[in-house]
């Protein structure tokens, strides 16, 4: 995961990693913030803010840079200028991820409705 980011910011606190932020894309038109991880004890000092621009500082010329992130804390990230985007949200998970470990429907199976012609 880390060695295929597009950009890794870690910050480190007497050599302790004590958050970090990574982006993956294409390097060119596309870039996705998809972790920031500061520890709880790091909280409240700015070091989420700092580890996000220097992230944007190395994405920069980047056509969009996007992030997933709970409505609590959008406020944030907007404070970084991001923008609240209102469209559609889809995710498609592995079925092992998602926890589905039916059998794909069996073949020719009668299905309860019917169609007339």
């Known amino acids: 995961m880390l060695r295929t980011s597009l950009c890794l ?4 606190r007497s050599g302790r990693l004590v958050g970090f932020g990574r ?6 038109y596309r870039a996705v913030i998809d972790d920031l991880v500061v ?5 409240g000092k700015k070091l989420g803010t700092r ?3 220097k992230l944007l500082t190395r994405l920069q010329g980047i056509e969009e840079v996007s992030l997933t992130t709970s409505l609590a804390t959008a406020p944030f990230y907007e404070s970084l200028g991001f923008t609240l985007y209102r469209g559609a949200h889809l995710k498609r998970l592995a079925r092992r991820q998602a926890g589905i470990t039916a059998s794909p429907p069996a073949r020719n199976r009668k299905s309860n409705t019917s169609t007339r012609t």
């Open 9 to 12: 910011v870690t910050a480190r």
């Open 23 to 28: 982006a993956w894309g294409d390097g060119h």
């Open 39 to 43: 520890l709880p004890a790091e909280r």
């Open 51 to 53: 580890i996000v621009r």
